[in-house]
């Protein structure tokens, strides 16, 4: 998660949005919770600030295989795809846009734009259920740097590992010490 050179405001209003849409998503992760929860945390989030979500790609369960069920879509859904229970892994990873949100496949069939060619972002966590929340398994470590949009969240400022009570110690004291 880093920027490649500099970006203008447009941009960073994109990448702050797709950041706190992923974050809201993922603090609500916790047993009990419905799956197709996620995807309207996300969509009202970014509607009102005037970006959009792929639908054609999706968050997914992790297991025997790697892409299973649960499928996490970032937008409002009605179908039931079970609750959350302590164990449960799977990603959350919203691509958030700045124009159209249909994607355009490139030739070797795993990079994708949007069709009119404008800016997406997208942020992505690997998470584990616990009995008392969610901790990230692919989540920073104590040399990874601050970035901008952890520092301006309205969601939550400096890293995030989780909710558990052990993922928000940890996060709380690399906070402290970057």
């Not at 990873?93 to 069939?109: F, K, Q, R, T, Y």
């Not at 901008?148 to 400096?158: C, D």
Request: include cysteine; aromatic fraction near 10%; charge should be negative.
């Amino acid at each position: 998660m880093f920027v490649a050179g500099e970006c203008d405001d447009d941009a960073k209003n994109l990448l702050q949005t797709t950041y706190d849409c992923w974050v809201k998503s993922m603090n609500i992760v916790k047993p009990g919770v419905d799956y197709k929860e996620i995807g309207g945390i996300i969509e009202d989030h970014i509607v009102p600030r005037g970006f959009s979500t792929v639908t054609r790609f999706c968050g997914h369960g992790i297991g025997s295989v790697f892409h299973t069920n649960p499928n996490i879509y970032h937008y409002k859904i009605t179908e039931n795809l079970g609750k959350m229970a302590p164990g449960h892994i799977f990603t959350i990873e919203p691509m958030i846009c700045e124009g159209s949100a249909e994607p355009l496949m490139w030739p070797d069939d795993w990079t994708a734009t949007t069709v009119d060619g404008e800016r997406s972002a997208q942020f992505e966590h690997t998470l584990l259920v616990t009995s008392d929340g969610v901790e990230a398994l692919t989540g920073k470590i104590e040399s990874s740097p601050l970035q901008f949009w952890e520092m301006e969240s309205e969601v939550h400022k400096g890293y995030w590992l989780g909710t558990s009570a052990d993922a928000v110690a940890k996060a709380t004291e690399m906070t402290q010490n970057a």
